[in-house]
């Protein structure tokens, strides 16, 4: 939790971000990722200085859980001073208890934020789902609560003035919006008139721009003409010299080709980031073998 210290900007976690992605594809499969194709919406996580505090956040706190698809785990929710935004006790269930910090108990629009992040963790917990270290684990937390449907509310607690400054979650506000877009690719969902906060909708705004980059790479079809002209010459040079084809951090790379070798392109897939691998031949239609997205390309 980011309170009035400069709140970090841009990109830097968006390769975890990508495999994050990846790895709910492959733990959830497509039909899995499918089920959870409507966000939770902001009146069933709405919260007003009226409301009862504690009767408010286990609303709240039902209401994710359900989202989440966790019908048999109940949450035990109370408040402290702590350093941290929130804490879960991770157990075999049924019960999980979450803490809060006890600023939460002024700020209440953004509790749901914080139980969201929570709760993602027990459902990430039940599915034996995690990254090595702590930091690329939170992250995983971050992109799987924002793809399944409940991160919104994480980029909605996003403030930012010339005077103060609060952001909760590991992702950057951007990386934020890329997740949102992700998924906003994915369900035809626009979560634009949720923010209350100006501030997350320009930080969804640049990571929608960074999301549609990845479907504007070579070789998909919808690549532009610089694009699709460097990769032209990338491709005459890896067909004349096999031993120099990788893709030298392009976002696709060449392997093969030679005299009695295919030369072959591989790439990531826009929707799940798996990679892809193709025959070097012309214009072809393929399908990702993870998410089953199907792809214009001209290899």
Known sequence: MVNGSEVVHGFPHLDTVREAITALYRRLSPDGILSYGASVPPADVAFSDQDDLHLGTQRVARALVQQLRLPDARMIVSFREMEHAASVELTAGPEYFIELNDRFRRHR????????????????????????????????????????????????????????????????PEEFGYVLAKRSEMFGEDPSPWFTSPQAYTAFARG????????????????????????????????????????????????????????????????????????????????????RTVLECDT
């Not at 684990?137 to 003035?161: H, Q």
């Open 109 to 172: 629009r953004d509790i749901g934020a914080a139980l969201a992040h929570e709760i993602m963790h027990v459902l990430l917990h039940r599915l034996d789902l995690s990254f090595a270290g702590t930091r690329d684990n939170e992250i995983l937390t971050d992109t799987a609560t924002t793809y399944l449907g409940a991160g919104w509310l994480l980029l909605d607690a996003f403030r930012e003035d010339r005077l103060s400054s609060q952001k909760l979650g590991y992702l950057t």
């Open 208 to 291: 929608r721009a960074q999301a549609q980059q990845d479907r504007r790479q070579p070789p998909l079809t919808a690549a532009g003409w610089a694009g699709r002209r460097r990769y032209a010459k990338e491709r005459r040079r890896a067909q004349e010299h096999p031993q120099a084809a990788a893709g030298n951090g392009s976002p696709y790379a060449f392997e093969g080709g030679g005299p009695d070798g295919v030369l072959k392109v591989s790439f990531a897939c826009p929707t799940c980031r798996q990679r892809i691998r193709l025959p070097v031949r012309g214009r072809v239609r393929a399908r990702c073998g993870l998410c």
